[in-house]
């Protein structure tokens, strides 16, 4: 019988429909070992693993031949896996695109929105029970309407995000990448990154992970901003050179920022979480019990087609 590994607790909907297959289900959170990992490659036939599942070309030269014709992955994001050792060794690699894009995209307007009007300045004022009554100069922030956006990266994640700004904020819309697109909103292209960063006021970054795209905000790009600029991150946390931008936050720089992931996740310096002027999120992009099962379900049939020889619908 076919054998499965299922690397984080499923939701219902995943043990229904592997009815028939041989499935191991790991009962923690946590990711694979080099141990598992390793052993996971020999034993079973399709894996479903996801971030922090560290599938290097180290792991796969260990792994001779392996038994695993599919690395199933949960999320969009696969730079934890080498793709390029992975097919070498035979083995196909998925994702689940599509399924996070509104979601992910709503999480950059939490983070712009909270970042712009101190929100999260303004929620731990409340709770510390110092909080003193209105006045006409409390917690001053940016007000985003009619402001100008900056997405890099204008795929999917990107393009749903300016969609967001331009209708529902009437923000001009920039953006940079390889190459201009043809969109359905207004958006000026720019060749060059510098140039836009610091020709906007709110920076939104939705590239993918990976070598081409590590530490891509460096403390060169983060001195090009405006002084008022805000950075938000709903990429991949190494996309942002996390040392500098704390410096540049310390020294007000730029005028704030808004992190959903971490250079060194699930590790946060202190020295950032002293800070007032950043939003911190706990990895919230595609967190919605709607959208997860979503992801499930598109990396479960990705697993299902590899194991049985086919080629995935969502093969990267």
Same mark, same amino acid.
């Given at each position: 019988?076919?054998?499965?590994? $299922?690397?984080?607790?499923?939701?219902?909907?995943?043990?229904?429909?592997? *009815?028939?297959?041989?499935? /191991?289900?790991? #009962?923690?959170?946590?990711?694979?070992?080099?141990?598992? $990992?390793?052993?996971?490659?020999?034993?079973?036939?399709?894996?479903?693993?996801?971030?922090? !599942?560290?599938?290097?070309? +180290?792991?796969?030269?260990?792994?001779?031949?392996?038994?695993?014709?599919?690395?199933?992955?949960?999320?969009?994001?696969?730079?934890?896996? !080498?793709?390029?050792?992975? %097919? &070498?060794?035979?083995? %196909?690699?998925?994702?689940?695109?599509?399924? =996070? /894009?509104?979601?992910?995209?709503?999480?950059?307007?939490?983070?712009?929105?909270?970042?712009?009007?101190?929100?999260? *300045?303004?929620?731990?004022?409340?709770?510390?029970?110092?909080?003193?009554?209105?006045?006409?100069? %409390?917690?001053?922030?940016?007000?985003?309407?009619?402001?100008? =956006?900056?997405?890099?990266?204008?795929?999917? $994640?990107?393009?749903?995000?300016?969609?967001?700004?331009?209708?529902?904020?009437?923000?001009?819309?920039?953006?940079?990448?390889?190459?201009?697109?043809?969109?359905?909103?207004?958006?000026?292209?720019?060749? *060059?990154?510098? +140039?836009?960063?610091?020709?906007?006021?709110?920076?939104?970054?939705?590239?993918?992970?990976?070598?081409?795209?590590?530490?891509?905000?460096?403390?060169?790009? @983060?001195?090009?901003?405006?002084?008022?600029?805000?950075?938000?991150?709903?990429?991949?946390?190494?996309?942002?050179?996390?040392?500098?931008?704390?410096?540049? @936050?310390?020294?007000?720089?730029?005028?704030?920022?808004?992190? !959903?992931?971490?250079?060194?996740?699930? $590790?946060?310096? #202190?020295?950032?979480?002293?800070?007032?002027?950043?939003?911190? @999120?706990?990895?919230?992009?595609?967190?919605?019990? *709607?959208?997860? =099962?979503?992801?499930?379900?598109?990396? =479960? #049939?990705?697993?299902?087609?590899?194991? &049985?020889?086919?080629?995935?619908?969502?093969?990267?």
């Amino acid at each position: 019988m076919t054998k499965l590994l $299922i690397a984080r607790p499923a939701p219902d909907e995943v043990h229904t429909a592997l *009815e028939g297959f041989d499935v /191991t289900y790991r #009962e923690t959170s946590a990711p694979l070992s080099i141990d598992e $990992i390793c052993a996971a490659l020999r034993e079973y036939d399709g894996i479903l693993p996801t971030l922090g !599942d560290a599938f290097s070309s +180290d792991i796969f030269a260990q792994v001779d031949a392996p038994r695993c014709k599919i690395l199933a992955n949960f999320g969009v994001g696969y730079n934890h896996i !080498d793709t390029v050792a992975a %097919q &070498a060794a035979g083995v %196909q690699v998925s994702n689940t695109p599509g399924a =996070v /894009t509104d979601a992910t995209a709503d999480i950059a307007m939490t983070l712009m929105l909270m970042a712009a009007r101190r929100a999260g *300045e303004g929620e731990r004022l409340v709770r510390s029970g110092k909080w003193t009554g209105w006045h006409p100069s %409390q917690l001053l922030g940016m007000h985003l309407t009619g402001k100008t =956006v900056g997405i890099v990266g204008m795929g999917r $994640i990107g393009q749903a995000v300016a969609r967001r700004c331009h209708y529902g904020f009437s923000m001009d819309v920039k953006y940079f990448g390889r190459s201009a697109k043809t969109l359905a909103f207004p958006a000026e292209y720019f060749s *060059e990154l510098k +140039d836009l960063l610091g020709a906007v006021d709110v920076v939104v970054i939705a590239v993918p992970g990976g070598d081409e795209t590590h530490h891509l905000i460096d403390a060169d790009m @983060l001195a090009a901003m405006q002084p008022h600029g805000l950075l938000i991150n709903i990429s991949r946390g190494n996309v942002v050179k996390e040392s500098a931008l704390i410096t540049a @936050l310390q020294n007000r720089i730029i005028g704030g920022a808004g992190l !959903d992931v971490y250079e060194f996740e699930p $590790i946060v310096p #202190e020295a950032l979480r002293a800070l007032d002027n950043v939003v911190l @999120l706990p990895h919230l992009g595609t967190s919605s019990a *709607e959208v997860r =099962v979503d992801m499930w379900m598109m990396a =479960v #049939e990705n697993l299902k087609a590899g194991v &049985a020889g086919k080629t995935p619908p969502n093969l990267v």
